[in-house]
């Protein structure tokens, strides 16, 4: 899809004009550490704003810097982590501050150059380019979706990435880059108020299964019961649940081990 010049005018003032007027005062847009951003990025996934909010100053408080982090414990992240679930995305943070901080190196300043760092993806990689070194990179992530669709496809179902990506690309002013993403966030944000969900006519919707006794479920109280007793047998997160999730135990278990969040030794579960 080519959209006119005047068209493209438009949309930039009313996306503009509504961040003017309805911003979010948020902790890590007023910072350019590259560290920081990731760290924000990281915990934003798949996780609202209101939770990560307290999440984020929790965090940077006990680990400042990518130095501190990079000689903490997996224990020690989880348990400061505790609450935001995915506990995998606190893996890759200190995955990643141990490849940066061991190998001496600086940030990458490119998409694959950060692709290359484990949890971060399009979205992230160009989230951080964007707002740490204000780089006009294309990237796409929920929000930014939502308004695409809402101002650009109005009866259109099945919409693409792709599609969209082309929209954005089009759209990306010469400057300000990284407010005119912070725009589009705020306005897809607003958007995602309303009765009828954009992003239900993309492909890539899919609606969340219900989380009391998922996996997701499970691999949280295992976490929590080892963040609070440092070990513990199958016997004793099989207490801690009921009989359906009782029946997703043995396959958490066994993903945690994969992801080397866990080990076993001698029938004990420990952290990592």
Partial sequence: MSIRATKIASFRKKIFN???????????????DPFKIFVSEIMLQQTQVERVL?????FLKRFPDIKILAQASLADVLKTWQGLGYNRRAKYLLDTAHIIYHNK????????????????????AGAILAFAYKQPVVF????IRRVFIHEFFKQQKLI???EILGLIRQTLPD?????????????????KKQKSNPNQRSTTYHRQSSFKNSQRFVRGKIISFLNIHQKGKEEHFSKLLNSEAQKNLPVALKNLEKENLIIKKNKYYFIK
């Fill in 160 to 162: 693409t990435d792709t």
């Fill in 175 to 191: 400057h300000n880059i990284d407010i005119w993403y912070w725009s589009l966030m705020d306005y897809g944000s607003k958007l």
């Fill in 54 to 58: 307290y999440k984020y100053k929790f």
């Fill in 140 to 143: 796409i992530e929920t929000n």
């Fill in 18 to 32: 509504f961040y003017s007027l309805q911003q979010r005062d948020l902790p890590w847009r007023h910072t350019r």
């Fill in 105 to 124: 190196s600086e940030w990458p300043k490119s998409h694959t150059g950060l692709m290359s760092l484990p949890g971060i993806g399009q979205s992230t």
